[in-house]
C-alpha cells in the first residue's frame, strides 16, 4: 500500500483552516483527503468514505471532538490525530486515556502537520515511504536493513567472511540510528527503541551491544568512523 | 479547568500569606463593623429602656410616708400623688391576710388573701395584676401596676450550672471570636479563589481565541515562503511573518501557561520521571536542531544521578530545560560558542540538578526578579526563566539562579525524590 493512497478525513469548524490544511495535504501528496465541518457531516462521511486517517478538532459546533473519538473506536481502529486549540485539551487527552494516535496544537506549520500524518500513517499501516533507503552504506561496508545482514566489500585484508549478520538488539539499534542519521540519539531514546517497555537500566547493556556493533561495521573498532559516541547524551551515525 | 493540583504548598506559601493578610483586614473589618453594631444596638436599647421603664414604688418608702392614726392608716399627701403620678396601686395586709390599707386598689381584687394566694401572687401575678411585695415586720405592703405593662418571670438556676457558667463565659466569647474570624477568612479565600479563576479562564479563552487565526498566518506564510515562483524579497518577507507568528504561538502558550501556574490551576500530570533522560532529551534536541559551531551542551550525570527518579509532570520538566537553553543561547551572543553545563546529582534524597552556561550572567535587576522579590511584570526577557522558577516551585521544589564567579549564569534546582525510587541497579 503506497503512503499517499491513504484516505483523510478532515473535521474543523473553521471552513479557512479546514482549507489551508486540505491545500497542504495535497500538497505533500495526500490526494484522497475528505472534509466535513461538524459531527453530524463527519459522521456521514465516516461511514461513507472509510476513512484510513482521521484529524479531527475538539471543538466542533455540535459537539466535542473527543465523544465523537469514543464513539469511531468502539466500531473502528483507525487512526486519530487530534487538532485543538487549548493547551488544556492535552491534559485531558492524556488523562483520558483516549488512545488517540497524535495530537496537534493550534498554531502549527505545515512541515509539522505533514510529518505527524506520515509517522501515524507509517506506524499504524506499516507502510514503506517511497524514498526510504533499505541499504545503508558505511565506507566500506553496506548495512541491509530488509535481512539485517552487513556486507563488506572485497578489498578488505583482515575482514575475510565478507558478510556478517547482525542480532536482533544490534539490528535494532542500527535501525533507529539510520533513522535519525547525522542526529544524536540519546541512550534513553535507543534503549526504547530495543527494550521498549520498562528499559531503565539497560545502559551498560547498551554499550556493550555498541561495542559488537561497531565490530561488524567499523573497519577499526577501537577509532570509529560511522558509529560516534556523543559523550554523556548519546550516539550518531554520521 | 478544574482540580488543583497537589504538592504545590511551598509554592503557595507566599499567596497564603497574602491571603491571610487579607483575611485578617477582613477579619477586623468585620469585627469592627460588628462591635459597631453591637455598640448601637446596646444604646438603642438603653435608650428604649430607660424611656419606657416602669418601676415600682418602693414599698419601703410608702411604709415611711405612711403614718398610723386612729382613723388607721394615713399616707402623705406627696406619696399619694406620686401613686396618681405612676398609675399604681397598693395595699398593706396583716398578718392573717386582710387588707388594712389601700391605695387606687382596683375595685375586683379582694380585701383578703389566703396565704397560697400570697404565695402566689409573690411569683406570678395577682388577677393579671403584676405586683411587688415587701414585708414589713408581721405585714406585707404590695405595691402592684395596672394589668399589661410589666413582663414578670421568676428565674431560678442551680448553683453547679451558675458555676459552669461563670467559668465558660469567657471561653464562649472566645469561641464567638474565633468563628467570626474563620467566616470571614473563608469569605475572603473564596473570593479571592473565585477571581483567580476567572483570570484564567478568561486568559485561557482569549488564547484559544487567537490560536486558529494565527493558525492560518503560520501557515500561509510557510506557503508562501516555500513558494519558488514567488520573488525573492516577498518569500523573504513571508519568512519574517512565519517567523514573527511562530513567536506568537510562543508568547500565547507561555502566557496561557503563566497564568494558570501562577493561581496553580494547573493539573500538574505527575508521574515517576528520570530527570537523566530528560535532559539528555532535551540537550540533544537543540543539538540536534544548530550548528555544532555555536553550541556545545556538557551533561554530566553520575551513576546515582543515573538512577534519580521524581514525580513530575514530564512536560512541564521539558519545559524548564528548554526554556533555560533558549535564555543561554539567546543571550549567549551570536558569534561565540554558547557552552552549557547542566550536572545532575543525588544527595541525601533531594535531587540537585546545575545549570551553568558561559554567557554574560544575569543582571542584578534580573536576579532580584528571579528571587521574586520584586513584584511587577516579568520583562520579556525573563519571562522564560520566570516560567522555569514556577515550575520547579509547582512541583515543591526549590531554584537558585545567580552569576558565576568566572563570568556566566548558573541555576540550581532541588527537587524532592518520588517515593521508593531507587531503581534497582544490579539488575544487569
Known sequence: MNLYDCKILLVDDEKALREMVCGFLRRAGFYDVTMAGNCKEAERMFYEKEPQLILLDVMLPDGDGFSLFKKWRQASEVPVIFLSARDEDENRLRGLGLGADDYITKPFLPEELILRVTAVLKRVYRVKNVQEEEIIALGKCRVDLGSGVVHWDSDIEDRTDGEVTLTAKEYAILQKLAQERGRIVTIDALCDAVWQEENYGYENTLVVHIRRLREKIEEDPSHPQYLLTVRGLGYRLV | ?428
Not at chain 2, 410616708?65 to 396583716?94: C, H, I, P, R
Not at chain 2, 467570626?180 to 484564567?200: D, G, H, P, S, Y
Not at chain 2, 508562501?224 to 512565519?242: F, H
Request: aromatic content about 10%.
Open chain 2, 1 to 428: 479547568m478544574s482540580g488543583f493540583g497537589r504538592g504545590q504548598i511551598n509554592y503557595n506559601f507566599r499567596k497564603a500569606v497574602r491571603l491571610f493578610f487579607y483575611g485578617a483586614m477582613a477579619v477586623f473589618g468585620v469585627a469592627a463593623l460588628t462591635s459597631i453594631l453591637n455598640m448601637m444596638l446596646l444604646i438603642s436599647a438603653l435608650v428604649v429602656y430607660v424611656n419606657t421603664d416602669v418601676r415600682y414604688i418602693d414599698g419601703g418608702d410608702i411604709m415611711e410616708a405612711l403614718t398610723l392614726t386612729e382613723n388607721g392608716y394615713v399616707l402623705s399627701e406627696e406619696m399619694a400623688q406620686e401613686f396618681e403620678k405612676e398609675d399604681q396601686w397598693a395595699m398593706l395586709l396583716d398578718e392573717d391576710g386582710r387588707v388594712i390599707w389601700s391605695i387606687r386598689k382596683p375595685e375586683e381584687l379582694k380585701e383578703e388573701y389566703s396565704r397560697s394566694e400570697i404565695a402566689r401572687m409573690s411569683k406570678w401575678y395577682l388577677q393579671g395584676y403584676p405586683v411587688r411585695m415587701r414585708v414589713w415586720d408581721d405585714r406585707i405592703m404590695v405595691v402592684g401596676m395596672q394589668k399589661d405593662v410589666m413582663w414578670k418571670y421568676t428565674m431560678e438556676f442551680s448553683l453547679p450550672w451558675m458555676e459552669f457558667f461563670k467559668r465558660t463565659i469567657l471561653v464562649f466569647f472566645f469561641i464567638n471570636f474565633v468563628w467570626i474570624v474563620v467566616l470571614a477568612f473563608a469569605f475572603a479565600r473564596r473570593f479571592t479563589k473565585n477571581r483567580e479563576r476567572a483570570r484564567i479562564e478568561w486568559i485561557a479563552g482569549i488564547s484559544h481565541d487567537i490560536r486558529t487565526p494565527l493558525s492560518m498566518v503560520m501557515g500561509y506564510a510557510d506557503t508562501l515562503e516555500q513558494d519558488e515562483g514567488l520573488p525573492e524579497e516577498t518569500r523573504q518577507q513571508a519568512a519574517v511573518i512565519r517567523h514573527q507568528s511562530v513567536v506568537m504561538k510562543d508568547l500565547i502558550s507561555d502566557l496561557n501557561l503563566t497564568s494558570q501556574l501562577e493561581y496553580s490551576m494547573q493539573a500538574l500530570r505527575k508521574e515517576k520521571v528520570r530527570p537523566a533522560e530528560i535532559i539528555r532529551g532535551v540537550a540533544v534536541s537543540f543539538l540536534n536542531d544548530s550548528i555544532p559551531e555555536l553550541l556545545e551542551i556538557d551533561v554530566e550525570i553520575d551513576e546515582k544521578g543515573e538512577q534519580t527518579v521524581v514525580r513530575a509532570d514530564r512536560q512541564l520538566l521539558v519545559r524548564v530545560f528548554r526554556n533555560l537553553i533558549n535564555n543561554s543561547v539567546k543571550h549567549g551572543g551570536q558569534t561565540e560558542v554558547v557552552k552549557i553545563k547542566i550536572s545532575l546529582r543525588q544527595e541525601k534524597r533531594k535531587c540537585y540538578i546545575r545549570f551553568q552556561d558561559n554567557g554574560m550572567g544575569y543582571s542584578e535587576e534580573v536576579l532580584r526578579r528571579l528571587q521574586g522579590r520584586k513584584k511587577e511584570n516579568a520583562a520579556e526577557n525573563i519571562r522564560g526563566l520566570e516560567i522555569v522558577r514556577k515550575i520547579i516551585l509547582a512541583h515543591g521544589g526549590k531554584i537558585w539562579f545567580g552569576n558565576c564567579k568566572e563570568g556566566g549564569s548558573y541555576c540550581v534546582m532541588k527537587l524532592r525524590l518520588a517515593l521508593g525510587s531507587v531503581w534497582n541497579s544490579d539488575m544487569f
